[in-house]
């Protein structure tokens, strides 16, 4: 009966309650519901519903945090069922991942890595308020194929144009592809910024990625 439970997933993160997020996510596996669909059809959701509540001014905070904290413990459940997926497959290439300077956003931005991670990507994540000079860094380092940036707010949307400007003063740019994410970002907005691509959730991210990696394998030639 998968509607009951992603509706109480839902409101076990709402409610902000991490042992119940979490017990939920363990009989999902149980029952032999799809990690990915408890995730996009009982979590997000929930925290959707916060972040609306929270803008209207019926949630706080600390509300907030409690329920990123049911998220994590949820996501603790199903991650790693996830990325076995992905051991099993060739690499497709390196990611290195993190948000943005002055973000500290993150639970979108590990489901975009345990995604990739599960479709055979190699994912480095810089964590949190990372700055455009250490992306350039690490993607150097690591001979990254793809760097990915996520911001949650309108303010710190801006950074991701900088992590554009360091990877470009770096040289970097002709081989590393630039993706970008975030509840505030938009196609229109990466293309604005000279980022590579845009994707509006994990799924897409993933399906985003393949194509730039098939890009890299064949260049267009120049007309
Ligand atoms: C949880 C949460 C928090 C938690 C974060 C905990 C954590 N460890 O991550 C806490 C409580 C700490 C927090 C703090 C704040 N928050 Co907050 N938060 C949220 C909330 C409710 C949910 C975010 C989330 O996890 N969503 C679930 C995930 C799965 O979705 P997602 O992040 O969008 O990610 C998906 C896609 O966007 C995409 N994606 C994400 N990253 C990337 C990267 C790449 C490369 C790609 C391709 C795709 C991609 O794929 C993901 C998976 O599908 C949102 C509301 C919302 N609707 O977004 C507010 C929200 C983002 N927060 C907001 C605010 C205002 C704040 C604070 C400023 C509050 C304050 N007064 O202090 C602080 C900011 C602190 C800071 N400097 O960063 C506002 C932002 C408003 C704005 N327009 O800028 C929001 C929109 C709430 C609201 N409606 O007002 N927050």
Do not use: C
């Not at 519901?33 to 009982?42: C, K």
């Not at 993190?98 to 994912?123: N, P, Q, Y």
């Not at 229109?188 to 691509?197: F, M, P, V």
């Not at 959730?201 to 399906?207: F, I, K, R």
Request: glycine letters at 10%; a negative charge.
């Amino acid at each position: 009966m998968p509607e009951t439970s992603f509706r109480a997933m839902q409101e076990s993160i709402i409610n902000g309650a991490p042992d119940t997020a979490s017990a939920l996510a363990q009989a999902a596996l149980t029952e032999g519901i799809p990690p990915l669909d408890a995730i996009n059809e009982g979590y997000v959701p929930g925290m959707h519903a916060i972040g609306e509540q929270f803008a209207q001014g019926k949630m706080f905070l600390p509300d907030m945090m409690a329920s990123a904290e049911a998220m994590r413990a949820a996501m603790a459940v199903l991650e790693p069922e996830l990325k076995k997926l992905g051991a099993e497959r060739p690499s497709a290439g390196t990611v290195v991942l993190g948000t943005t300077k002055g973000d500290i956003h993150e639970i979108g931005k590990v489901l975009v890595g345990t995604l990739l991670t599960a479709h055979g990507f190699r994912v480095v994540d810089l964590g949190i308020d990372v700055s455009g000079e250490r992306f350039a860094s690490k993607a150097r380092d690591l001979k990254a194929d793809i760097v990915g940036v996520s911001a949650l707010l309108t303010t710190t949307m801006k950074n991701q144009r900088s992590v554009v400007e360091a990877l470009d003063r770096a040289g970097l740019r002709p081989q590393v592809k630039i993706i970008v994410g975030g509840a505030p970002v938009t196609r229109r907005w990466a293309e604005e910024i000279g980022a590579d691509g845009y994707a509006k959730d994990a799924m897409s991210a993933v399906s985003l990625a393949q194509e730039l990696m098939a890009q890299k394998a064949t260049p267009v030639a120049a007309t």
